[in-house]
T-cell receptor, first 111, second 116 residues
Framework: SQQGEEDPQALSIQEGENATMNCSYK?????LQWYRQNSGRGLVHLIL?????REKHSGRLRVTLDTSKKSSSLLITASRAADTASYFC???????????FGKGTKLSVIP | ETGVTQTPRHLVMGMTNKKSLKCEQH?????MYWYKQSAKKPLELMFV???????ENNSVPSRFSPECPNSSHLFLHLHTLQPEDSALYLC???????????????FGPGTRLTVL
């Protein structure tokens, strides 16, 4: 299965701390994406990293990709209460429209 | 607002009813998707339309029937559903280029469906 598996399943941190979520997958990919879902804003795309990229930044987000280990990490720096949400690692295989979602990491940021 | 709207937001239906879910995207995208999100299960892709042609159908039961009349609208027609079909149904759109799946998808807020 191409499904990514996020680790940890749940994470609770204090506001201002950094949050790191990891993802592992099993087959070769075209790209890997991270999405966030909360009750207020629904499912929202955060960042896309292609298979030939190793690191990408977007605001307080930093994503790394190691295709040799078939793993990715998402770092959120200086977390805020508004970052409380479920974060999904999503893999896309070559020549496919299919986004394969993992089960997600539930992040709670305590004010 | 992501530019993708879905109606209705909530729907309760009996097993013998026929209903339709509607999705509209205002982003000028050329691909649209239906997903199912059940409790404690990963999001599952149901159907993909690219340039108004169905390009993927992930072994979805025939009681779910998609329709894409144009690039901005997507419907999911429902009939004789089962209680286990209760879930959040999400619509998404993207602008696909030469490399499929190479772009972000924009999701609507979803329709929370309950089948009694």
């Amino acid at each position: 299965s191409q499904q990514g598996e996020e680790d940890p399943q749940a994470l609770s941190i204090q506001e201002g701390e950094n949050a790191t979520m990891n993802c592992s997958y099993k087959t070769s990919i075209n790209n890997l994406q991270w999405y966030r879902q909360n009750s207020g804003r629904g499912l929202v795309h955060l960042i896309l990293i292609r298979s030939n990229e190793r690191e990408k930044h977007s605001g307080r987000l930093r994503v790394t990709l190691d295709t040799s280990k078939k793993s990715s990490s998402l770092l959120i720096t200086a977390s805020r209460a508004a970052d409380t949400a479920s974060y999904f690692c999503v893999t896309v295989g070559a020549g496919s429209y299919q986004l394969t979602f993992g089960k997600g990491t539930k992040l709670s940021v305590i004010p | 607002e992501t530019g993708v709207t879905q109606t209705p937001r909530h729907l309760v239906m009996g097993m013998t009813n026929k209903k339709s879910l509607k999705c509209e995207q205002h982003l000028g995208h050329n691909a649209m998707y239906w997903y199912k999100q059940s409790a404690k299960k990963p999001l599952e892709l149901m159907f993909v339309y690219s340039l108004e042609e169905r390009v993927e159908n992930n072994s979805v039961p025939s009681r779910f029937s998609p329709e894409c009349p144009n690039s901005s609208h997507l419907f999911l027609h429902l009939h004789t559903l089962q209680p286990e079909d209760s879930a959040l149904y999400l619509c998404a759109s993207s602008q696909e280029g030469l490399r499929q799946g190479d772009n972000e998808q924009f999701f609507g807020p979803g329709t929370r469906l309950t089948v009694l």
